[in-house]
């Protein structure tokens, strides 16, 4: 029994070292990921319910990983947070997203409008309206082009700030999507508060929309209700033919999912874009 604890002993400490040299040296790659340019971004379509037609994408960011591959963002943006480089690597997000629009913009996609990722570190950065104008204006777009998702359980916290970070954000043109609608935190009240562009309905409700009455009469409320408030009700996560049908039945605006594209690299957006007329 002795002899047991002992193994078990060692097998724990070995393990825990494991575990914490690789979260290390994880840390440490991130560290290095931006200046040795590492990020990429990857653009999935959202196409207009009722034509097909692509009229925006949704920036997503991945990172190569030398050794790991391609790393999802659910994998590291947690630790990006906790380590303080979601600003920078935010903000790298941004430059990329205008400078790739102003390419667009200038092969003929005049009315391509490109959404992004924010985290809440970055909504709090005092400085944050005045970056996200300067990047505006650095790349000659306008911000009617732009549109920044935000999820609901970042308006919690230091909401007086917040409210007043969005609004001047709102003031430069740029839209503001609520992500995610209906997990969570859901309140009616913020949709009262904040002048949302975009609701985008989460991938929740759209998985059964075409088989769950409950589902379905959700989405159909939050259609409405939109209307009434001025605003876009995007899809997410739509990947059945079935799907598609009862979304554009309920008057959903923007559909984005797999059924129509995986989110891509430039190159192969590009390719898509050139096959539709925008
Ligand atoms: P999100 O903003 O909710 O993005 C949607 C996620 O759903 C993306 O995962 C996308 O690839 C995936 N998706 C799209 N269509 C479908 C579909 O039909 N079915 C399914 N099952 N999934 C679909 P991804 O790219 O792995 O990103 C995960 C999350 O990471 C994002 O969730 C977002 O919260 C975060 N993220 C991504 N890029 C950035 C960024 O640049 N900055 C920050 N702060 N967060 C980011
Ligand atoms: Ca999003
Ligand atoms: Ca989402
Ligand atoms: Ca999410």
Not at 121 to 142: G, K
Not at 238 to 251: A, G, M, P, W
Request: some cysteine; hydrophobic content about 40%; aromatic content about 8%.
């Amino acid at each position: 029994a002795k002899q047991n604890g002992k193994n078990h002993h060692e097998m724990y400490t070995s393990t825990m070292n494991i575990n914490t040299s690789k979260t290390f040296s994880l840390q440490n790659d991130l560290r290095k990921a931006l200046v040795k340019d590492q990020f990429e971004l990857y653009y999935q379509p959202k196409v207009d319910a009722q034509t097909n037609q692509i009229v925006g994408a949704e920036a997503l960011i991945r990172w190569h990983h030398p050794n790991r591959g391609l790393v999802p963002p659910d994998d590291f943006i947690h630790l990006a947070e906790e380590l303080g480089l979601i600003v920078p690597i935010g903000e790298w997000v941004l430059r990329s997203v205008c400078r790739q629009l102003k390419l667009w913009q200038e092969e003929g996609y005049q009315s391509l409008k490109v959404s992004l990722n924010f985290s809440v570190r970055q909504l709090l950065q005092t400085d944050i309206v005045e970056t996200i104008s300067t990047v505006l204006q650095e790349n000659r777009i306008e911000g009617k082009w732009l549109e920044i998702e935000i999820t609901e359980s970042m308006l919690i916290e230091q909401e007086a700030e917040t409210l007043k970070t969005i609004e001047a954000i709102r003031q430069l043109g740029v839209h503001i999507a609520l992500d995610d609608f209906g997990t969570g935190y859901s309140s009616l009240g913020y949709l009262r508060k904040y002048k949302f562009s975009t609701i985008k309905l989460d991938k929740l409700f759209v998985k059964d929309v075409h088989i769950n009455e409950e589902s379905a009469a959700i989405t159909q409320f939050i259609t409405n209700l939109s209307k009434q408030l001025n605003m876009n009700v995007v899809a997410e996560g739509v990947e059945y033919e079935e799907q598609l049908t009862i979304l554009r039945q309920l008057k959903c605006d923007e559909l984005q999912g797999y059924l129509f594209s995986k989110p891509k690299p430039v190159n192969e957006f590009e390719k898509m874009l050139n096959k539709h007329i925008l």
